[in-house]
């Protein structure tokens, strides 16, 4: 009847309702407010496709259908761990690395990988690699550890499709393998007395050729690896070495007369022949020498 007061139940249900009411209200407007931090940017997708980069400040999005990921923008170190690299006379070296980016472009740093700075380390690693392997032991001792000029223009293309620009590479420390600090020891107490292309020799006899680095492992290792390097000739054996037993050739090739060539290229004597010495060039390796 009209003019009835609510009974206790219809009033409990109104209230509810209510309380219910102002909930879908609260957290419609909390998914709908997104507050960027001033050293942030983030960038809006609205199922799941890409709306747009917001900036520093407070935003509204659509509420419930959209996701911000917020990503740092600015000065960033990276830590990378220590990596292990071989030069180009073969002496293993580990590197650590300082490193630091900006992210330029937040939305190309989320859409394009997972991770940018794993993806941008990746991309440094590689680019550093191909400066030590393109580099003997004492010139990489000798290399000015900053590397971001050199590096610039390979970093650049490679960090552009992650919205990232590399500001500084640096070594902080470079550690040769013991076998690489015996050969810079060794290389030291002969510098005064026959220069980089010194013949010298190991306690155990093994001759040693600084200007390569070649033959610093046991006399074993040295025949194990001339073997190896025998199997992937790309044009196999020289003709004048087709009598040869590829075993007792890799030992003659380790135990035979040797000298450095005029430009420096290590050399070996076998059968009144030169021929180029170094197995870690398998382009060059046993091929016939004849001074210009």
């Not at 500001?167 to 030291?188: H, N, Q, T, W």
């Amino acid at each position: 009847m009209a003019g009835e007061p609510f009974d206790d139940g219809t009033l409990a249900v109104a209230f509810t309702m209510v309380i219910i009411l102002c909930i879908i209200i609260m957290v419609t407007l909390y998914s709908s407010i997104c507050i960027i931090k001033p050293d942030q940017e983030g960038v809006l997708s609205i199922l799941g496709r890409y709306s747009r980069t917001l900036r520093s400040g407070l935003h509204f999005v659509p509420p419930f259908v959209s996701k911000v990921r917020r990503v740092e923008v600015g000065y960033q170190p990276i830590d990378l761990p220590d990596r292990e690299y071989r030069t180009a006379d073969d002496f293993r070296v580990e590197l650590d690395l300082f490193v630091s980016l900006d992210v330029e472009d937040a939305a190309k740093a989320v859409l394009n990988t997972t991770d940018y700075k794993r993806s941008s380390a990746h991309e440094i690693e590689l680019a550093v690699g191909t400066v030590v392997t393109g580099k003997d032991l004492p010139d990489l001792m000798e290399m000015d550890p900053e590397l971001t000029t050199a590096l610039r223009p390979v970093l650049d293309e490679a960090t552009e499709p992650y919205g990232v620009v590399i500001r500084k590479v640096s070594i902080r420390d470079l550690r040769p393998d013991e076998r690489g600090e015996r050969f810079l020891r060794d290389l030291a107490a002969t510098s005064g007395t026959g220069g980089l292309g010194a013949k010298t020799a190991l306690a155990d006899g093994t001759p040693v050729f600084h200007r390569s680095g070649l033959w610093m492992d046991s006399r074993d290792d040295n025949i194990a690896k001339v073997r190896e390097a025998l199997d992937f000739l790309p044009s196999g054996l020289p003709q004048p070495l087709w009598g040869w037993h590829v075993d007792d050739l890799a030992v003659a090739i380790v135990d035979g007369k040797k000298r450095d060539s005029s430009t420096g290229t290590p050399l070996v004597e076998i059968d009144g022949i030169w021929y180029v010495a170094d197995p870690s060039d398998i382009a060059l390796f046993l091929k016939e020498w004849r001074e210009e």
